[in-house]
């Protein structure tokens, strides 16, 4: 079993930034990939961001270029740096990890972009 706790969401007003974490735990040695997704008011979750244990990223496209994702493995933490947000960011953000062929999932953090 692994356990995701994000934080960090919050509102923001366009093109300001806000960082993103999700703390591991528990079996963390089985997570192969970690990743972000988002789910807006009336709309499927998408995924965001991805990142493997060998450090390949990508991106969905509408946030390339303005977010980054990245992990910090000696401290289980996975960061999503999100900058030069829009409104159409608005939705809360999970936190997910892969291992185990189990997909684990955190219980969301909400983000308000502004405009």
């Known amino acids: 079993q692994v356990q995701l706790v994000e934080s960090g969401g919050g509102l923001v007003q366009a093109g300001g930034s806000l960082r993103l974490s999700c703390v591991a735990s528990?079996?963390?040695?089985?997570?192969?990939?970690m990743g972000w997704y988002r789910r807006a008011p009336g709309k499927l979750r998408e995924l965001v961001a991805v990142?493997?244990?060998?450090?390949?990223?990508n991106y969905v496209d509408s946030v390339k270029g303005r977010f980054t994702i990245s992990r910090d493995s000696a401290k289980n933490i996975m960061y999503l740096q999100m900058n030069s947000l829009k409104p159409e960011d608005t939705a809360v953000y999970y936190c997910?990890?892969?291992?185990?062929?189990?997909?684990?999932w955190g219980q969301g953090t909400q983000v308000t972009v502004s405009s």
């Open positions: 528990g079996s963390i040695f089985s997570i192969e990939a």
């Open positions: 997910s990890a892969d291992g185990d062929r189990t997909r684990y």
């Open positions: 990142i493997t244990t060998g450090g390949n990223r």
